[in-house]
């Protein structure tokens, strides 16, 4: 059972237009949300995250959402540019037996975003 | 440069003939983890670490096994490797739990 689950496996934007990747989630433990890039032959490199404590997060060009009545985040990316093409894992955190915490990931988002 | 290293980045086996993936990070992290990535399955926790002799099972630990006698490394072992380990590896590291990880360039493994 996902609990994470980012339901478009593809997204095709314009450059200079806003990409929009959106993220589910079904556990309510989840207190912490992150995402990661992913270029081929590379290893995920972290990008952004937020707290549950909050709705939104911006660094750069890149805001991500949180909406927890929904259990919906979302990442925005504006402008979009041609060297954001790659995959986007969302991912989500909850405290997990005594101090740990244990991350669930999404299966990704392949982003091409085309000249 | 604050890095996640793993060796080797691409292996051919076969049935049966142990191995070690190893992974070091000179970032003074706390915490390591090893994943495996497979089309339709993303990215599963294999075993993870919080500190130096601390170890843990992730969601697939079965047929590996790690050691984390130093803080900077966190070898991933397999006994006896079987066609379904077949995969891309990753290690990961970060200062505290699960988080922020920084992530090493993955090993690509093929076990025929």
């Known amino acids: 059972d996902q609990q994470v689950k980012q339901n478009s496996p593809s997204l095709s934007v314009q450059e200079g237009r806003i990409s929009i990747l959106n ?22 490199t972290f990008l952004i995250s937020i707290s549950s404590i909050k709705d939104k997060n911006e660094d750069g060009r890149f805001t991500v959402f949180l909406n927890k009545s929904a259990k919906h985040l979302s990442l925005h990316i504006v402008p979009s540019q041609p ?32 000249p | 440069e604050a890095q996640v290293t793993q060796n080797p980045r691409y292996l051919i086996t076969v049935t049966g003939k142990k191995l070690t ?8 992290h706390e915490y390591m983890s090893w994943y495996r990535q497979d089309p339709g399955l993303g990215l599963r926790q294999i075993y993870y670490s919080m500190n130096v002799e601390v170890t843990d099972k992730g969601d697939v630990p079965e047929g590996y096994k790690v050691s984390r006698k130093e803080k900077r490394n966190f070898p991933l072992i397999l006994e006896s490797p079987s066609p379904n380990q077949t995969s891309l590896y990753f290690c990961a590291s970060s200062f505290f739990g699960a988080n922020e990880q920084y992530f090493g360039p993955g090993t690509r493994l093929t076990v025929t």
């Open chain 1, 83 to 114: 060297g954001d093409s790659a995959v986007y894992f969302c991912a989500a955190s909850a405290r997990h037996a005594g101090n740990n915490r244990k991350l669930i990931w999404g299966l990704g988002t392949s982003l091409a975003v085309n």
């Open chain 2, 21 to 28: 993936v190893t992974c070091s990070q000179n970032m003074n």
């Open chain 1, 23 to 44: 993220c589910d989630y079904t556990n309510s433990m989840f207190d912490y949300f992150l995402w990661y890039k992913k270029y081929p032959a590379e290893g995920p």
